[in-house]
């Protein structure tokens, strides 16, 4: 069962979990016990065979999420800095980067900082025409600290990430698309469309396959190992699964898979 708590919103809609940020007032921004709850929902969907993939977005129609909420760690020591980054990194950022499912991004306005960054977390970025996306963390002092020094630039490209993160100016998402930072531009109206468009060719195929797939791709931007040498391995792996032996089937036998997820 999904939880829907204080400041996430949740439902499931044709095998999606759809995540709803819920802090329009505060432009979606987030602040402690949002990512707890963000962390709790995520954790709860992961073992629901029956969600396929996961959409994040913001309630309203003025951001996705504006931020981190800068009153909450305006007066931390350098002790709480660090702890407020790795605690990020570990429940939401890397989490997601991570997850066995994929995650779309519908980022429905002002993607900023924190915002920025859990976009990027996120395997797939759709975006409305009114989004603006840029890390402004400079402007007070200090440098992104969930993700957006490293994701930005294997995104964009080393030098455009030096510009955005050094003049902390926003980009438009026409620029975000032609930077390789938006898989696809929409309007505010059919964002959610286009995301469950993408959502319904990843239902029919081997969620097997693509946690793997998630896990490998994420292997290649992994300094510590070898993501060639990992490819090898998982490949060899999924001729030992069932959704390898009904996919195959399938196949030859010309109709459509039944995968199950084993």
């Known amino acids: 069962m999904i939880m829907t708590t204080e400041y996430i919103l949740s439902e499931v ?6 995540i709803t940020i819920n802090r329009p007032d505060k432009l979606n921004s987030l602040n402690r016990q949002t990512i707890e709850e963000l962390h709790e929902v995520l954790v709860d969907a992961e073992n629901e065979s029956e969600i396929k ?29 660090r702890q407020l980054s790795s605690n990020g990194h570990f429940k939401i950022f890397n989490f997601i980067e991570n997850y066995s499912k994929p995650i779309i991004a519908a980022v429905n306005g002002f993607a900023l900082g924190g915002g920025l960054e859990l976009a990027m977390a996120c395997h797939i970025r759709v975006v409305s025409d009114n989004a603006k996306m840029g890390l402004p963390e400079v402007s007070l002092g200090v440098i992104p600290g969930y993700g957006g020094t490293q994701r930005l630039a294997q995104l964009v490209g080393k030098g455009k990430a030096f510009e955005m993160i050094v003049t902390a100016d926003m980009i438009t998402a026409t620029d975000a698309y032609k930077w390789g930072l938006a898989n696809y531009v929409t309007t505010q109206e059919e964002i959610l469309n286009k995301c469950f468009e993408i959502t319904s060719k990843i239902a029919s195929k081997s969620p097997t396959a693509i946690k793997t797939a998630i896990k490998v791709i994420n292997a290649g931007y992994n300094n510590s190992v070898n993501g060639y040498e990992v490819e090898i391995e998982e490949f060899g792996k999924s001729f030992g699964t069932g959704d390898f032996k009904e996919g195959v089937s399938a196949f030859l036998e010309k109709r459509k898979a039944d995968f199950k997820g084993n």
Do not use: P, R, W
């Not at 809609?13 to 759809?18: A, W």
């Not at 309203?60 to 999420?65: C, D, I, M, P, R």
């Open 13 to 18: 809609k044709n095998g999606v979990l759809v």
């Open 53 to 81: 993939a996961v959409i994040i977005t913001g309630a309203g129609q003025k951001a996705f999420v504006a931020g981190a909420d800068i009153a909450e760690f305006a007066n931390y020591s350098v002790e709480q800095g």
